[in-house]
C-alpha cells in the first residue's frame, strides 16, 4: 500500500463540540499539510461536532478526511473506521478533548522515528478541566533533539514489562506493522487500547523505542466515559471488563515468557480492582458476585496482592462476603 503522508492521527469524536476549538487548533500547529494527514471520524453525534468538522475539513481539504458515521457504535468502532482509511506510513491517535505541544508530531516524528522500529512511545502530562490548560500549551514547546531523551529501545516484550500500556495516544505505530498483524480495536468500552497494545507489541519481531517527551495533554473530564456512575451502565462495564480480562487471559496461553505472563496477570488484577466499586452502585445478585470472584481467580486476577494497601483489604472483604456489599448499596444510593 502507497502511504502518501508520514503520519496520520485519527480523532474519534462523539458530542464534543465545546471541546473542538483547543484540539483543532493544536492540530493546525503540528506539521504541514503535505506530512500530516488528520482523519475525524464523527460518530452520529447530535450536537454541532459534524458541523465544526465539515468546517475544519473545508479549510484543510489536502490532509483531512472525515468519515460520518449513521450508527453510534462507540470508540472502539470508529478507530477502527479511521484506521481503514488512514494514509501515514505512522499512524497515533487522539481524544478529540485533550491536546498537543505545538509541532510535537513533527519532531517526535523527525527526531525519534527510525526505520529500526515498529513503535514510538512517549509521554503525557495529566492536568483538570479546571485548569488553565490553553494557557499551559500556548506556553509549552518541542525540545532540542537529545540522544538522552531516548529513554529505552527493546523488544515489544521487553516493553511490556517495564511500562505502562494501556493508551494509544501516547504511541506511534508503524502502518505497515498494523496492516501485517491485521490488528484491530475490541469492541469494548473499557480497556480496548490496552488490548490494541498488547495485540501489537506481544508479538515476536517488535522493536519499540520510549522518549522523554511529554508533549501530550491528556484532560481528566469528570463526565468522561472512564468516570461516568449512571446504574444503568454499571452492569454492561462490570461486563466488558471481564471480557476484556478474558481476553488477555487468552493472550497468556500463547506466551511461553513467565514475566509476560506475570505481568499480564498483574494488569488483570490491577483492572479487576474497578469491579468492587461499581459492584455497590448496580443490582447483581450474590451469587452472580460469587461467580465473578471466582472467575477472576481462575485468571490469577484475584486475590489482590495487596499492593495499594487499605483498598485491597477493602475490596477482597467485600468480594468473601457480597451479601455485605448488597447491604452496602442501600446506604450508597
Not at 144 to 155: A, I, L
Amino acid at each position: 500500500m502507497r502511504y502518501p503522508f508520514k503520519l496520520s492521527v485519527i480523532l474519534p469524536c462523539y458530542n464534543v463540540e465545546k471541546y473542538l476549538d483547543l484540539s483543532l487548533r493544536c492540530l493546525e500547529n503540528q506539521w504541514d499539510d503535505d506530512s500530516l494527514e488528520i482523519v475525524f471520524v464523527n460518530d452520529c453525534s447530535t450536537d454541532g461536532t459534524l458541523n465544526r468538522l465539515r468546517a475544519f475539513c473545508d479549510d484543510h481539504p489536502h490532509n483531512t478526511r472525515l468519515v460520518n458515521k449513521t450508527h453510534n457504535e462507540g470508540v472502539s468502532k470508529a478507530r477502527n473506521d479511521g484506521l481503514s482509511v488512514a494514509r501515514g506510513q505512522w499512524i497515533t491517535f487522539l481524544d478529540p478533548d485533550d491536546a498537543l505541544v505545538d509541532n510535537a508530531y513533527k519532531d517526535l516524528y523527525e527526531h525519534y522515528v527510525s526505520e529500526d522500529i515498529q513503535v514510538l512511545s512517549f509521554e503525557t502530562n495529566i492536568h483538570s478541566e479546571k485548569e488553565e490548560i490553553t494557557r499551559i500549551i500556548s506556553s509549552a514547546s518541542t525540545l532540542p533533539y537529545s540522544r538522552e531523551r531516548v529513554k529505552w529501545v527493546g523488544t515489544g516484550k521487553e516493553f511490556f514489562k517495564r511500562y505502562l500500556t494501556n493508551v494509544c495516544w501516547i504511541f506511534f505505530y508503524s502502518h505497515q506493522l498494523i496492516d501485517r498483524l491485521h490488528v484491530k480495536f475490541r469492541d469494548l468500552t473499557y480497556l480496548e487500547d490496552a488490548l490494541f497494545n498488547m495485540d501489537i507489541i506481544l508479538n515476536d519481531g517488535i522493536t519499540v523505542k520510549r522518549v522523554d517527551c511529554k508533549y501530550h495533554y491528556w484532560i481528566h473530564r469528570a463526565n468522561s466515559l472512564s468516570n461516568i456512575q449512571s446504574p444503568e451502565r454499571n452492569v454492561e462495564l462490570i461486563d466488558n471488563i471481564m471480557t476484556a480480562l478474558g481476553y488477555m487471559q487468552e493472550m497468556k496461553n500463547g506466551i511461553n515468557d513467565a514475566q509476560v505472563i506475570e505481568r499480564i496477570s498483574w494488569k488483570q488484577q490491577d483492572s479487576s480492582r474497578g469491579i468492587v466499586p461499581i459492584l455497590l452502585r448496580c443490582n447483581i445478585h450474590c451469587n452472580q458476585i460469587r461467580s465473578i470472584r471466582q472467575q477472576l481467580k481462575s485468571w490469577n486476577a484475584y486475590p489482590y496482592h495487596r499492593s495499594r494497601g487499605r483498598s485491597d483489604v477493602l475490596f477482597d472483604f467485600l468480594f468473601r462476603f457480597p451479601h455485605i456489599l448488597s447491604t452496602m448499596r442501600l446506604f450508597i444510593r
